[in-house]
């Protein structure tokens, strides 16, 4: 039997013209979408720390579910935009798609922005556009959207407040050393760069601080100051605040260490307290973080824990539960490049964030 092929395309062309052209006048729609799509996607992952190039993170889990969200976005809008035609109102139909189209651009594009806040906090310029986009994006909206995105903006708001009413601890961001304290510094490297543990410590401590401020989280910074604060003063100020906050606080010591070694590490104090969940919390982030580009973390597991003990000043002598992290070595050149790093010192932000999170909303400690 000989098959008629223009046969065939005859029949094709019958099935699928209507369809296209049904979707023709809302194909620059579908395309808008799905590139803010992609945006938020990419921004996702950088605020998650996920590489690029290697992939290094990719949650398979959550770009399904954003995928999810994005096809139920089109089978909402085109189920809007087919009941409307049909009903002979062509134009009302093309106008109903372009606003909800709008609204879920803003949507992808604000939480796209604010994930690279959230990645690149130093930036002041992404805030400026975060903030500006929000502006601008609500004025090329019809009129009677304002309202309501006024609404579920507020609604947000409330919701935030709340998972604030629920915070439960108070975190204190220690950044150990002072400009003038001695040592505490890289060796000068053959590229001429050093690292100088103040600056670290306190850079660091700024990140956590900007990422704590967006999740609408309340914490202290022990030693605003850049000079040295002795070990005594910063204990006293951090017990002053464990009494104001009724015993409603933890303390995150944040250093860079030294010794020849490699990796990451947490100390508490000696014996169990509630500082060693806080220091467990820590390494599951920093496993989740470090482990799978090789970086080695460096345990204890000899009493059930992974963090080390040791009689440290700071963890001795403070009243709440304290940890203090050892964020890789200042003096092995690898190690040292990667902390001198945008992308190392964002990833070491993340993890005692992470951590400060879960520990604030009890779930912890």
């Known amino acids: 039997m000989k098959i008629d092929l223009e046969y065939f395309r005859f029949i094709a062309v019958s099935a699928f013209s ?25 921004a996702g992952m950088r605020a998650d720390g996920v590489s ?6 990719f949650s398979m889990r959550k770009f399904k579910n954003s995928l999810a969200e994005l096809l139920l976005y089109i089978v909402l809008l085109y189920a809007v935009y087919i009941a409307i035609s049909q009903c002979g109102d062509l134009k009302g139909a093309l106008m109903a798609m372009k606003s909800l189209t709008y609204v879920l651009l803003y949507v992808y594009l604000c939480n796209g922005l604010k994930n690279y806040v959230k990645a690149y906090p130093q930036n002041i310029g992404l805030r400026i556009i975060y903030h ?14 304002k309202p309501i995105i006024e609404r579920c903006k507020e609604e947000m708001e409330n919701k ?9 601890f108070i975190p204190i961001l220690d950044n150990g ?9 890289s060796p000068v490297w053959d590229d001429g760069t050093q690292l100088f543990e103040w600056e670290f410590n306190r850079d660091i401590v700024k990140r956590v601080s900007s990422m704590l401020e967006a999740e609408g989280i309340q914490y202290r910074i022990l030693v605003p100051e850049t000079k040295d604060v002795s070990l005594s003063a910063r204990c006293k100020r951090a017990n002053a605040i464990y009494s104001e ?55 204890d597991t000899s009493d059930g824990d992974p963090d080390k003990e040791s009689q440290f000043y700071i963890l001795k002598h403070t009243k709440c539960p304290a940890v203090l992290v050892e964020n890789f070595f200042m003096d092995t050149r690898k190690d040292c490049a990667f902390i001198q790093s945008e992308d190392g010192r964002n990833r070491v932000s993340k993890v005692i964030f992470e951590t400060i999170k879960s520990v604030c909303y009890g779930r912890v400690i």
């Open 18 to 42: 209507p369809i296209l052209a049904y979707f023709t006048p809302t194909k620059g729609f579908f395309i808008a979408l799905v590139v803010m799509f992609a945006f938020n996607v990419i």
């Open 52 to 57: 690029i190039v290697r992939c290094n993170n």
């Open 132 to 145: 500006v986009v929000r502006l601008e994006f609500t004025r090329i909206m019809p009129s009677y959207w």
């Open 160 to 168: 935030k407040g709340g998972q604030r009413m629920k915070q439960v």
């Open 177 to 185: 050393h002072g400009i003038d304290t001695a040592g505490k510094r």
């Open 245 to 299: 906050t009724s015993g409603k606080c933890f303390l995150i010591s944040v250093h860079a260490n030294a010794g020849g070694g490699t990796g990451w590490e947490a100390y508490t104090s000696v014996g169990q307290t509630k500082a060693d969940l806080i220091a467990t919390e820590l390494y599951k982030e920093a496993e989740k973080e470090f482990a799978p580009d090789g970086w080695k973390i460096r345990k």
